[in-house]
C-alpha cells in the first residue's frame, strides 16, 4: 500500500518505510526516523517565517 501524506502521525501509523520527496525531489529514503526529521524541518520553517514576520 502507498499513502501519501503530510500528517507524520498518520505516516507513523501506517509506514514500514518513507519517503521524503523535497522540490519534487526525493530528498531522503528510510524508517521513521524520517518522519521525525521532517516534522523537526517543518517546525524549524514555521518558526523562521514567524520569526521574519514579527
Request: a positive charge.
Amino acid at each position: 500500500m502507498i499513502t501519501v501524506t503530510h500528517d507524520y502521525r498518520c505516516a507513523g501509523a501506517l509506514a514500514d518505510k518513507v519517503v521524503w520527496i523535497k522540490g519534487g525531489l526525493v530528498y531522503k529514503i528510510g524508517s521513521k526516523d524520517v518522519i521525525n526529521e521532517y516534522f523537526g524541518f517543518e517546525c524549524a520553517m514555521q518558526n523562521e517565517k514567524i520569526r521574519k514576520s514579527g
